[in-house]
DNA sequence: ATTAGTAATCGAACAGTGTTCAATAATATT
DNA sequence: AATATTATTGAACACTGTTCGATTACTAAT
């Protein structure tokens, strides 16, 4: 079967030629600028053929924004067994993860926000079986339990964490349209959030009800 | 000169002929259905007109845009003055915030990610002179300030009213994301969101640094 | 009322997009 | 060498945004 695994190798060079051309258009030209008829030219084949290897557009990009997400979580406990305290661990995420996805916010964006079918499974984990299915939302929420302390339901650790999650994406969002910021005042927001998130995660105390 | 009048009431009308029927097809289509050729169908004109009245697709996007984000401000102080302490007052106003968002996700998002020179312009107010320029922050910036109490300075409160936009930014991306999440679930969610806003608000206390 | 000038409108075209399909070329199997 | 598979292509379809020259409608001036 040497033959057939040759054929099966090659058919996966090709479809690897393409994933790479399609992210190499996407990572130097941006998002929007990637078509199939540009990726045919890079690779010296004819537009048709693309679709000998995919099934359509939108497969190449959910696999390529697939791959960036992988790369993604790979990045995020970096230092983390440095960090000391439950806190201090909770920051260290929090900014491996906003720095990260700053790295690259159009992909970061592009992985979050699309919400075709093969994308969403990658990343719509916030709102069912949150805490077992996805790896980052895990290693949030234990996060979050660690410092939440005893006396509270999964729920509500499960709530705190996909509140914080959320909020991380906007902060992100909202980083990323500002081009015209300075390092040393994203350094201020990015610092004054995680201590946020950390307060997010402390349950037991600072719950001002509607006092006055 | 009541004819050149008559002709700018025309042309005026013409406009805004245009946009409505533009504005009509997003709603009911979706954001990305709108095409000029489409809009130029439904009114029985030629394609080419579109362009006597405007520069290009993106203009015309982006005053309907401008606004869906007037009327969306409008309605956000709906109830405010009911509402009797200063942590009440910011949670009225973020839930408003976040509900009127989730009426329309599509029109709230497109305004808020789409980073095209007029829209910019509408929405980008966060990192400079934030608190003098927007309303909406404006009125966020000020709650902030009632409930944070004395001795803290504009860039505190900005801070903080900056964080607490996109956290919330964030919150309504999630939700939005989410189809398949039933009422009483996102319900809680938002309330406990709220609640968690005016914790961001509070500046003084349970600021727990790395302790343990 | 006829002419000159301006504004509105259109048809056709250009260059681009995603996608499909029948025909061809290359390879493997018998 | 003939046959069946697979890879590849060119051409087409139905779209897209946009431009431009010609044509029509309307106003202003003679």
Known sequence: MTIEERRDREKQQMKELILQTAAHIILTEGFEKLSIRKIANRIDYSPAIIYHYFRNKDEILSQVLRRGHQDFTASLSDGLSEAATPA????????????????????????????????????????ENAAEKKPTLNLLYRMVRDIAG???????????????????????????????????????IIDRFTETVVRMASLEQGKPETRE
């Open 88 to 127: 201090a661990r909770l920051k260290t995420l929090s900014r491996n993860y906003i720095r990260t996805a700053l790295k690259d916010p159009g992909q970061f964006l592009a992985v979050q926000l699309n919400d075709s079918p093969e994308v969403l499974e990658v990343t719509a984990y916030m709102f």
């Open 150 to 188: 005893e006396g509270f339901s999964d729920r509500e650790i499960e709530l705190a964490a996909q509140i914080i999650a959320a909020s991380t994406l906007g902060l992100i969002v909202k980083l990323s349209l500002e081009k015209n910021i300075d390092e040393y005042q994203k350094n201020k």
